[in-house]
């Protein structure tokens, strides 16, 4: 099967339902199934993203789901689903093999998948800092907290599209719930003054556990919470929670009564969001309101969130947080710790102010020192006075400075730094005196924290799509670089473009090949080239997976390396090559270069597998078509969509003039709609039987007997093979054999009849020659010889003249019986019904004109009368022949007494004769040699005549009996 490269725009496309509709499109196109639909999670729930083709309306996502949930391959009926990152490709009716090939491709669907969906997750954060910052703008520093308010509802309602917000503040909050008192609306009726009661459920989401909640009308009407809003009676309503420094607030609300309103994910960030600035407001605003010294100090807070919101590069982000904290605070030094992915140590990511050597040598422990303990608690810690507050240090490092006194800060406070979904670091303050904040500053700095927290965290959830985007794309590249050629400039471009998205220094592309299983082919990066010792060692380091190296396995100058496999052929466990990438730093690769490289490799082993597997079937292709071309049987290819690829010209001549061209037509639409329903039946057993399927069909005036089979070169579908025969042109064949057949029978029994005709005609012909002869001699020679005598007598009386005359008369009566005897038994020779054959041969021969002999071999003895006659009758012809035509000296006639039959042999030394002269006397009705030839056969011999002109002339003859 043909494996269109990866599509290269699949990553590239600017939302979910673009990739969706791209894969769909690429999966049905590839695998050729009926239809292909892609789900992916938009909104917390599954949904068809994309769809291709037909049939779809026979899945109802419930496959699809429990792919996703298992993750693994799920068939079901015409159904199957392959799960991939936040996806799942659904076909109906597709091949397996050809699900197959698409389930390996999951690496790469998942990656462009996740970076499609961090797009479209940055263009909303996008949306939501755009919101946010348009509403710090228009608020230019006021810290009123009506106007603040009223402005963020504003905002809300706005940005959703939705009719009506308000801010609530709880002017009751208990055990059992809360209810809001003062309200800031937007898009109410004046006459609405607030007051909605949450339940302790709802209240513990919102307070408790910070989530936004989403009430919908079909769903939640009966619900406590729908009881709390019947007199706001929304279609639709978001509720997020005000909070500040873990305290409860309030509630944003925003709803919409119109009953086509939705609300996306997005919508959700961006009410809290929204909250959460309101929530910073009416903190800024209280802190504003109990001691007006700290204005400054606010509004420059204000400042700072707005600028923090701006940008989403990560350093820049942390440079501006660290100088916003060092000019809002007045510190000597600040850092932002990040927590290692161990989740025990910190170490410092950025800093300000704070020496070299203590930004490398730190590695602060959790729960240990004031950074340590504020990440452990996720609160603030203070220590006032380090000489004093015996607190210890985080870090060995730190530790040991303090032991010696050396330590260069006294006060210092840890702010934890996260999210809702967990704590990623730390922003820590030093100053050189004692602490100098008091307990209102320090609620700023928690402020300014949980700012710096969103900040940092839009800015990371930027880089980390770009990281994808970046990992995609050599991926992409990788594939396509192999896919084209695999020149050794490809492989040197792929080695390269691998050992950079791997971070890595130098790096190498290895292939083996042959029965023993080396290294064939080498292509390296930065890379001197390597003995075959060298890489004979790498190689046997390669194991299931991805792994580093230990240094004494590396190759020589590498500080840290490691080895992936490149696993590929038919089952996917062949190992084709390996990569291999070092540097000569000596950290070991992270998990998530190993992942890396762990896709990279699965890209290149997909595509090297899928080069082969093309070569391979390219030859095999050839083979066929050779043999194909050359066939009488008539052979057509159909893709697995049913459309004919390749007719051979056998299949052309008998059908192309009355169809119209048969590649590009329909293979089932070629029969007629009676024997369709045949065709169609086989070609599913064609794709479930091993043996295929068989039909017959009747296509354009042929009937055809049709064989289907699948053809699956190395497991992949790649079409169906029909062989069929022209049954209608076996049947003109049979017919012409039975009519041949029938004919010959028919002249076979006109021969047998006329041959008993001619035995018949013979038998007859004898009796009547015998009749014959007996009148001659019993009736005519007895008249002529008693009319001799009387006149005789009478010429005895006569005299004189008349006596002459009678005389006469009695010597022609003497020549007219000799005449009429000599005629009877040449008729019939009494001597052969008296004395047998060999005195009648005598006589025969005595009679003839020509010097002739009869010469006798064997042990002599009569022969059945019949055999007799035909002996004699042709001895008789032939020695009349040599009479009349020979002119030879001399004659024989030779008979040979066998056991079981008589030979005979009639021969002269006469002028002989050719073929042409006889058949030249038989037109002329001389039938004397035809007729000799034709007694012979009826008594069961055959004649040989044996002339020559100048040589003379043998008959041969040997008759059973
Ligand atoms: N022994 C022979 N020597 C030379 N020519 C012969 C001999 N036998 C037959 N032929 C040639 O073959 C011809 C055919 O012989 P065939 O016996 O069939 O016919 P025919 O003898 O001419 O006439 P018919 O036998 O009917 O009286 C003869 O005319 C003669 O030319
Ligand atoms: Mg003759």
Not at 29 to 37: E, L, W
Not at 269 to 280: M, W
Not at 850 to 857: C, F, P, Q, V, Y
Request: glycine letters at 12%; aromatic letters at 4%; charged letters at 25%.
């Amino acid at each position: 099967m043909t494996l269109p490269p990866f599509p290269p725009d699949l990553g590239a496309v600017p939302t979910v339902r673009a990739f969706g509709a791209a894969l769909a499109q690429f999966a049905c196109r590839t695998v050729r199934a009926h239809g292909v639909q892609v789900w992916a999670v938009v909104g917390g729930s599954l949904g068809v993203v994309g769809e291709e083709g037909r049939g779809l309306g026979l899945s109802d996502g419930t496959l699809a789901a429990r792919s996703l949930a298992q993750g693994e391959t799920l068939e079901e009926g015409m159904l199957a689903c392959v799960p991939f990152g936040g996806g799942v490709l659904e076909f109906v009716g597709a091949d397996p093999a050809g699900v197959e090939v698409m389930a390996g491709l999951t690496p790469l669907l998942t990656l462009a998948l996740e970076g499609v969906q961090a797009r479209e997750a940055r263009r909303g954060q996008g949306r939501v800092a755009e919101t946010v910052e348009r509403l710090v703008r228009r608020l230019g520093g006021s810290l009123d907290l009506a106007e603040v308010l009223t402005a963020t509802a504003e905002s809300a309602a706005l940005a959703l599209g939705f009719g009506r917000a308000f801010v609530g503040l709880f002017s009751e909050l208990g055990e059992d719930g809360a209810r809001t008192g003062e309200v800031f609306t937007y898009g109410f009726d004046p006459s609405f003054t607030g007051g909605i009661g949450v339940g302790p459920v709802s209240l513990g989401r919102l307070t408790g556990r910070g989530e936004v909640i989403l009430f919908e009308k079909a769903r939640d009407a009966g619900t406590p919470l729908g009881a709390g809003l019947a007199e706001l009676d929304p279609e639709v309503a978001l509720i997020a929670p005000l909070t500040a420094r873990g305290r409860p607030l309030g509630l944003l609300y925003v709803d919409s009564r119109s009953p086509g309103a939705r609300v996306t994910e997005d919508d959700t960030r961006l009410v809290l969001a929204l909250a959460e600035q309101a929530s910073l407001a009416i903190d800024n605003a209280r802190l504003y309101g109990i001691e007006t010294r700290k204005r400054e100090a606010a509004e420059a807070l204000r400042e700072a969130g707005a600028a923090l919101a701006g940008s989403l590069h990560l350093s820049d982000t942390l440079e501006r947080i660290l100088e916003q904290a060092t000019a809002l605070f007045g510190t000597d030094a600040a850092g932002v710790y990040e927590l290692q992915p161990d989740g025990r140590t910190l170490s410092i990511r950025s800093a300000v102010g704070l020496p070299s050597e203590y930004v490398l040598r730190v590695r602060a422990k959790v729960g240990a020192g004031v950074t340590g303990r504020a990440v452990e608690r996720r609160a603030l810690v203070t220590a006032v006075d380090l000489n004093t507050a015996h607190l210890g240090g985080g870090s060995r490092y730190t530790r040991q400075l303090l032991a010696q006194g050396r330590y260069p800060y006294r006060g210092v406070i840890g702010l934890p730094l996260g999210t809702r979904a967990g704590v990623f670091g730390a922003l820590t303050l030093y100053w050189k005196a004692p602490l100098p904040l008091d307990a209102d500053d320090l609620a700023l700095t928690e402020v300014f924290a949980a700012q710096a927290s969103l900040a940092i965290e839009n800015a990371r959830l930027y880089e980390e799509e770009l990281r994808r985007e970046r990992e995609a794309a050599v991926l992409l590249n990788v594939g396509r670089l192999l896919g084209e050629d695999q020149s050794d400039r490809a492989l040197s471009e792929a080695a390269r473009l691998a050992t950079l998205a791997l971070n890595a220094g130098r790096g190498l592309i290895a292939l083996t090949g042959g029965e023993t299983g080396e290294v064939s082919r080498c292509a390296g990066f930065n890379l001197p080239p390597l003995a075959p010792a060298d890489l004979a060692g790498l190689l046997a380091q390669v194991g299931r997976g991805p792994r580093p190296l230990t240094r004494r396995h590396a190759l020589p100058g590498a500080g840290s390396a490691l080895i992936v496999p490149l696993r590929g052929g038919a089952g996917g466990d062949t190992v084709l090559g390996f990569l291999y990438a070092d540097d000569p730093g000596a950290e070991a690769p992270s998990d998530r270069v190993l992942g890396l490289a762990r896709s990279v490799a699965d890209q290149m082993a997909l595509t090297l597998t899928r080069e082969r597997l093309l070569a391979a079937l390219a030859r095999e292709e050839a083979r066929y078509r050779q043999l194909a071309e050359g066939a009488h049987d008539l052979i057509l290819s159909a893709d697995p969509s049913g459309t004919v690829t390749y007719a051979n010209p056998a299949a052309t001549r008998l059908l192309a003039p009355l169809t119209g061209p048969l590649v590009g037509a329909s293979l089932l639409g070629l029969a007629t709609p009676a024997t369709r329903p045949a065709l169609q039946a086989a070609w599913e057993a064609a794709h479930t039987q091993p043996g295929g399927g068989r039909a017959e069909i009747e296509v354009a005036g042929y009937r055809l007997e049709v064989r289907l089979s699948a053809v699956r070169p190395g497991g992949v579908l790649h079409g169906v093979l029909t062989v069929a025969r022209d049954l209608s042109e076996l049947q003109t064949l049979a017919d012409e054999i039975q009519r041949r057949g029938q004919a010959l029978e028919a002249a076979t029994s006109r021969t047998l009849e006329l041959r008993s005709y001619l035995t018949l005609f013979t038998q007859a012909q004898e009796e009547e020659r015998r009749r014959i002869s007996r009148e001659l001699h019993d009736d005519t020679a007895q008249v002529l010889v008693a009319t001799t005598r009387r006149v005789a007598r009478l010429a005895r009386e006569l005299g004189g003249e008349h006596r002459a005359r009678a005389d006469d008369i009695l010597g022609d009566l003497g020549a007219a019986i000799e005449s009429v005897r000599r005629f009877a038994r040449n008729l019939r020779p009494s001597v052969l019904d008296d004395l047998g054959l060999l005195p009648a041969l005598e006589w025969l021969v005595s009679q003839a004109q020509t010097d002739a002999r009869l010469e006798i071999s064997g042990a002599e003895r009569r022969l059945p009368p019949a055999l007799e006659l035909t002996v004699f009758r042709l001895a008789q012809e032939a020695l009349t022949n040599v009479d009349k035509h020979a002119r030879a000296r001399t004659a024989a006639i030779r008979v040979a007494f066998e056991e079981d039959g008589v030979r005979v042999a009639v021969s002269d030394d006469g002028q002989g004769f050719t073929p042409g002269q006889a058949q030249a006397r038989a037109q002329e009705g001389h039938l004397g040699l035809i007729g000799l030839r034709e007694r012979v056969t009826l008594a069961g011999g055959e004649l040989e005549v044996d002339s020559e002109p100048g040589r003379g002339t043998t008959l041969r003859f040997r008759l059973p009996g």
